[in-house]
């Protein structure tokens, strides 16, 4: 038995707090070791995942997300724009492929998934970007059983939906959804074939022992997600965050270890915030576990470095960029005419908490004022 108690025979489930705040707090030495070694044991260290993210709904979200860019209720730069067609998204999937993503991240600026046009042009999304042998991911927000096994007969292969912190501290991050939203919404991905993707971000205010609850949450899930991003809060202009300070490298790299060693058999995504952290800051997240980021321009709407910067950091690195479906076999793709799952005309209202966040409640009066 190794010293958490886990033959290292595989993945936890019944992590601590307090267990996950004395690893995080480790001599950095120490802790870097230990990742190291569990990472070694469970995955080449010198593979990473490249994936592409592409906004295909971009703002007016209902949502008041505190570090969004995209709420409706914020005054930002973001415009709203209309839902790309499957055309456009074919042309930016074969571009990221050409770069050297193995996968492509749609994201909508959506509350929920809603039946109707929108989302069966999505799952036609889908279905033409599994064709070109990539691995697909969706965040569309929360959805029903029956919209994921259609997502999932479309040839879906991940689904992003980040639980952002901890239960306490959610409640200071958004009033408009419930930390039991996320988790039902994950419950129904699990009832298909579809990979989980599901982190958090760091640097929104939130204590040490808020990151740890967040990793208990996400650890105790069975199975556990296949990929977990770990974001820095990029804080943005107009949003209520945006005069937080930029997460130390440091608290990165801890967060990278530490959630490495509690989920060992996770792809640990280094996700939003690289632009702020210099090549050596992100090969120390890489020596304590990261093996997957995000390439590109932006991330959805956030400034990200440039792919060929990223590939040249990666070939700096003697990285091999690994390969699509290297994890986990491709799904079949169903046409629509053959679908077994069809519309069933939903549009839950899932939950809306009864309570207010004074600094979100400020920023949407000023939006109001303008």
Known sequence: M???NCSCGGARHNWTKEEIIAIYNKPLMDLLYEAATVHRKYHDPNTVQVSTLLSVK?????EDCCYCSQSARYHTEVEIEPMMSVSQVKAQALRAKASGSSRVCMGAAWRNVKDGPEFEQVLEMVRTINKLDMEV??????LTENQAKRLSEAGLYAYNHNL?????????IVTTRSYED???????IRKTSITVCSGGIIGMGEALEDRAKMLVAL???DPQPESVPINALVPIEGTPL???????????VRMIATARIVMPQSQVRLSAGRMNMSREGQALCFFAGANSIFAGDKLLTTPNPDINEDMQMLGVLGMRIQKPFETHPQPQTVEAADSQYHSLG???????????IERNEEKRKMVKLA
């Open 137 to 142: 991911c969706c965040t569309l927000g929360m």
């Open 182 to 188: 996320r988790l039902k919404t994950i419950e129904n």
């Open 346 to 356: 939903e549009n839950p209202k899932w939950t809306r908490p009864n309570h207010k």
């Open 164 to 172: 952002d912190t901890s239960e306490d501290y959610y409640q200071e």
């Open 242 to 252: 945006e005069e937080l300070p930029p997460v130390d490298i440091w608290e990165m």
């Open 219 to 221: 650890s105790t899930l």
């Open 58 to 62: 971009t703002g007016g979200c209902s």
């Open 2 to 4: 190794c010293e958490h």
